[in-house]
């Protein structure tokens, strides 16, 4: 196979594996999001004593205005990019689960020596590796948030994903190649140790529950509400459930432009690591007005490329700028300490010596 036809069997592989169950785009998490849309909006159109159609139904999710504004159509294109085009680089680029599984194994095992494996009932060793991945994940995930947010060299990155003006399913995938790259790799790194330490203490096998082979509880997020997180559906957790679980209202408040949003709710399903550090905002029951983007901060990105393109500039620009902040900083150190005292001493006597 060579040429077009190697990259179409590549694109092919790429858009089934997309669209594979268990993906974020696969049947069942699409169906799971459509039925809790269908739920909203007839909970919505009761209370207001209102009766129900399938065309105010369709038209309540798809809204022609959301769908087809410029911003959308950059997720789309960006979509198509991430989510096809470039998902099997992706994978090339990322150190797993596995492979951070395998090396942990390895250093606790030439540190501390082979071991006979704990007898633990299956079951309990199954729900400690659910529970584990899930916070294990959230914790890599609210953490390389968290530095995407505060570094600015990173923000212009991450300002990708968080210009978006309107919010669809897509827009999830409305991300820089770094950014991806990055979190995938921080993930992959914190379940792997994870997984690493239950298996040099349990012994080969450790796994957890699953659902359509992931994580029963992260899939239970996927085929539920996860989609809503980007969508201009206000449906939000409070008391309790908001500092557990993130509502597609929380997300929703991260994507504010007013600037008492910023920085808040950091985490994907879980709230709990943004309530441990102080990042969380739960969001009202009620709808709270709210404005999409990054205000005005930057231009909107008009097209994929910039998109890609003026992020790596203004990174570069940023590492620039620091660098010779740091050069000069470590010459005023020198200078401050004496470091430079031997050449100024020898000036001096030489200007003596001529005088
Ligand atoms: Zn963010
Ligand atoms: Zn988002």
Known sequence: MSGPVAIWAALQGAVLEDFKPASAYGAPALIGALAVCALYYAGRRRARGRRLSVRGFV??????????????????????VN???????????????????????AGLTHGWGMHPPARWPAWTILTLATVLQLLASEFAYWFAHYCFHKIPA???????????????????????????????????????????????????????FTLLNGNILLMAFLVTYGHLRHSHMWI????????ILQSPAHHQLHHSANPIHYDRNLGFALAVWDWAFGTLAIPARAREPIVFGVGDE??????????????????????????????????????ASGAQAPFVIARELRQSKES
């Not at 038209?59 to 979509?79: A, E, G, K, N």
């Not at 923000?155 to 790259?181: D, Y």
């Not at 998109?307 to 200078?335: I, K, L, M, Q």
Request: aromatic fraction near 14%; include cysteine.
């Open 154 to 208: 990173l923000w212009e990155f991450h300002k990708v994903h968080h210009s978006a003006e309107v919010m669809t399913t897509l827009t999830e995938l409305r991300q820089h190649p770094v950014e991806i790259i990055a979190f995938m790799n921080l993930i992959g790194l914190s379940t792997g140790i994870v997984f690493g330490v239950m298996t040099y203490a349990f012994g080969p096998g450790v796994r957890p």
């Open 298 to 335: 930057a231009p909107p990105f008009r097209s994929a490329v910039a998109a890609f393109g003026v992020p790596c500039v203004r990174f570069a620009g940023h590492v620039g700028r620091f660098a010779a902040g740091w050069r000069r900083r470590s010459t005023a150190h020198e200078v």
């Open 236 to 243: 939000a957790f409070t008391g309790f459930a908001g500092r």
């Open 83 to 105: 989510g096809v085009a470039l998902a099997s680089a992706y994978g090339m680029l990322g150190l797993g689960l596995f492979f951070w599984r395998d090396e942990v194994v």
């Open 59 to 80: 038209r309540s999710i798809f809204p022609t205005r959301i769908l087809l504004h410029p911003s959308s159509l950059i997720d789309m294109r960006l979509w198509a």
